[in-house]
């Protein structure tokens, strides 16, 4: 059986583009400013097991280490009353382009209200970054319903989109 499915590639050029959604007062989002591969690769899989992210399922423990210990990785974790409510992580290897690679809440926390304000904190720290010029991500019709959406109500804009079809 054939799917189809497409992947949204959408960009900020400006930092006064973002369209904020103000942060619950018990959602702490705290920086990963000692990088752990184990934790991004569980982060990973909390979040992506339910859309079925695959891409990094064959990944070594090398190949996470080289990941998060570059420099122009940063990851940030979402936190409510303790427990991880989702992350994300910023990618950056031209120096001036920074993606949100990864962003995500944890199934027990889809639908609380948090998205809107993590992804606001993503955008903001990804502008923060000295000599960010642009911010993009993408998204496919695989992932939370919500997720196109999100993005554009914070202001990003699509600026490319793929069809592809998948056997199942």
Known sequence: MERTFTTYYLEMTSAEALREK????????????VPQAALNRFLYELVGTPWEWGDLDAWSDADWQTLVEQDCHRTWVAYHRGAIAGYYELYRPDGC????????????????????ALLTHAIQSAWEWPNTERVWVHTCTFD???????????????????ELEINQ
């Open 144 to 162: 939370h319903h919500a997720a196109l959406g999100n993005y554009q109500a914070r202001g990003f804009q699509i600026f490319k989109q793929e």
């Open 97 to 116: 382009n920074t993606e949100i690679r990864y962003f995500g809440l944890a199934p027990q926390f889809l639908g609380c209200g948090f998205g809107g």
């Open 22 to 33: 103000s942060q619950p007062h018990d959602l702490n989002i705290i920086e990963c400013e």
